[in-house]
């Protein structure tokens, strides 16, 4: 990454980027956690074990200054998919990560990996049948285009970290950093309410242009994905899983602030 190597300053890509140099930050893509921008928040910015996580990146090359909004992870297809039995016959494009994959995989798709570059040709041309990307992606890359059928499952929360290097951070005075952080902050706070905000409006700009926008039966699509928890226990151990679940969990039952 050339952010780690101080080629770059700073970045704000989505954490499983980063997931290559801490493969536990995978964790945070585990499917149906979150349920709302606020809890996603909530888990973020207090969330003991992530904050614990973060705070190991500084020794790969890079630190969390703030977390950017991109919201939840959705489809996009060209069929409908009202249910996991609809993606047995489907080909969905993935983001390079286990995590996803498996969450994929365990709804019913056969998982086509490649450059999100390569996905609007790959689909138009039936390489694939779909692909799945928060909603300001969908429309920012005209996927709506060729997969009309937008599926609100919401079934990973995906913010994009605003990260610097720590070659970068080091070079700064105290009075540098300071400033820094409260600009991410800010940015933070604004980019959250932006991409909030407007969801609703960039769906309707979609439908306008053809698209048919479904909020499904989220229940089959739960049911179908407890095999990935399974295996992330395998692959990570299950204290570290289960406390991960536990903290959403939680999280999930806070009543929201009025």
């Not at 050339?2 to 989505?14: M, V, Y």
Request: hydrophobic letters at 40%.
């Amino acid at each position: 990454m050339k952010l780690n190597l101080g080629i770059l300053a700073a970045a704000a890509a989505t954490l499983l980027t980063y997931a290559t140099h801490l493969n536990s930050l995978n964790l945070t893509a585990m499917p149906f956690m979150l349920d709302t921008y606020e809890q996603g928040w909530e888990f973020y910015d207090h969330s003991e074990w992530l904050q614990g996580e973060f705070a190991k990146l500084p020794d790969v090359g890079f630190r969390v200054l703030a977390t950017w909004e991109a919201g939840f992870r959705s489809f996009t297809t060209n069929e409908p998919l009202s249910s996991p039995a609809d993606a047995a016959t489907m080909k969905m494009r993935v983001y390079p990560n286990d995590m996803i994959r498996w969450s994929m995989e365990a709804i019913g798709f056969q998982t086509v990996v490649m450059p999100i570059t390569d996905v609007y040709l790959a689909i138009q041309q039936g390489t694939v049948n779909g692909q799945e990307n928060p909603v300001d992606t969908i429309k920012s890359l005209r996927f709506n285009e060729v997969a009309p059928y937008l599926t609100l499952t919401r079934h990973v929360y995906s913010p994009l970290p605003l990260t610097i290097s720590e070659k970068s951070w080091q070079s700064f005075s105290d009075e540098d950093k300071a400033a820094v952080l409260k600009a991410g902050e800010e940015a933070a706070t604004f980019s959250r309410e932006l991409v909030k905000s407007s969801v609703d409006a960039q769906l309707e700009e979609m439908v306008t242009a053809g698209a048919k926008v479904s909020t499904p039966d989220i229940t089959p699509f739960r049911e179908a994905v407890t095999s990935v928890y399974d295996k992330a226990r395998e692959v990570y151990g299950d204290e570290v899983v289960d406390s991960v679940l536990a903290d959403t969990a939680r999280i999930r039952e806070m009543k929201p602030a009025q």
